[in-house]
């Protein structure tokens, strides 16, 4: 009977709230049809070259990945010491969580130590593209300002992880290697034989062929899209709460100070969380499945 009169007198209360904030010129919705979020992930072609070679934004930023994998790792092996520094440290850490918990973990040494460098290279390239994505970088041309009579291009984030053909490459990558892994270690007829669970014997062993068949040629959907889709996420929720729905809703002057503050603090938390442990997370992801699969290739049972 309370629950009934308390509900009985929000309701109106309710109403009567949502009338005056819609009334209310300082949150009157005007949609900023002319701002188009999803044109951060436009990509223009920045030097156009012969064929599908341009180079745009996704381009550089997977150029600059790839030299900060190579640059990082050629700079600290050659300042290894035998007492270890701070960056030493962080980086025999990273070291054992690739070597130890990712490789060793899911394949036989002697194949581990064959498959080390393909693995860490993968972990380390996807690390840097996912972390240097949430780092503002000069590069939204679509957007330009003015610096001592120079246009600009303004600050944005970006990752190269963020568009799916970079995650489809680096998994059509995978798929191609722990398939010829599975080919060289046993024969053609007897990696394909082993995609049949011992113990199935008659017919039922066509449609279970057919249902591996599917579920390798998933892998490459799967693999690249858990990568794709995750950063994708994250950057637009950024952009969106750092002030893509202030705009995008274009509220007066009230509205949007107060709709700023709500949707900045949850851009920075979100900030926090997707460099914190979603860029280094899906680096991991990627790499375990990656041993997981070259493992599982060569594998007696398969």
């Excluded at 036989?108 to 593209?129: C, G, K, N, Q, V």
């Excluded at 034989?193 to 066509?206: H, L, Q, S």
Aim: charged share 15%; with cysteine; glycine share 8%.
């Amino acid at each position: 009977m309370l629950t009934r009169r308390r509900t009985a007198l929000l309701a109106p209360l309710t109403l009567a709230l949502l009338g005056w904030l819609g009334a209310d010129s300082a949150w009157a919705l005007n949609v900023n049809e002319s701002y188009r979020p999803q044109d951060e992930f436009k990509l223009d072609p920045w030097i156009n070259l012969p064929g599908p070679l341009d180079i745009n934004k996704a381009v550089v930023y997977v150029l600059a990945a790839t030299a900060l994998t190579c640059g990082t790792m050629i700079y600290v092996a050659r300042r290894m010491h035998t007492r270890p520094n701070r960056l030493q440290t962080a980086v025999e850490a990273a070291y054992s969580l690739m070597r130890d918990n990712i490789t060793k973990g899911n394949m036989d040494d002697s194949m581990a130590a064959r498959w080390f460098p393909f693995i860490a290279t993968i972990f380390l390239f996807i690390w840097f593209s996912n972390m240097l994505g949430y780092l503002p970088l000069p590069t939204a041309t679509e957007h330009k300002v003015d610096i001592l009579g120079l246009q600009v291009p303004s600050l944005a984030l970006y990752a190269a992880t963020a568009n799916i053909s970079v995650p489809l490459v680096l998994t059509v990558m995978v798929w191609l290697s722990y398939h010829v892994e599975g080919v060289r270690r046993k024969g053609l007829v007897g990696y394909l034989k082993g995609w049949i669970p011992a113990g199935v014997e008659g017919p039922a062993r066509i449609p279970i062929f057919c249902i591996e068949v599917i579920s390798h040629l998933v892998r490459l959907v799967s693999l690249s899209v858990r990568l794709f889709a995750n950063i994708l996420a994250g950057h637009l929720l950024i952009l969106f709460m750092g002030g893509g729905l202030v705009v995008l809703l274009n509220l007066a002057f009230v509205g949007s100070v107060v709709l700023g503050l709500i949707t900045g603090t949850m851009a920075v938390a979100f900030f926090l969380f997707e460099v914190g442990l979603v860029a280094t997370l899906q680096a991991f992801i990627f790499a375990t499945l990656t041993a997981i699969y070259l493992g599982g290739a060569v594998a007696e049972e398969h």
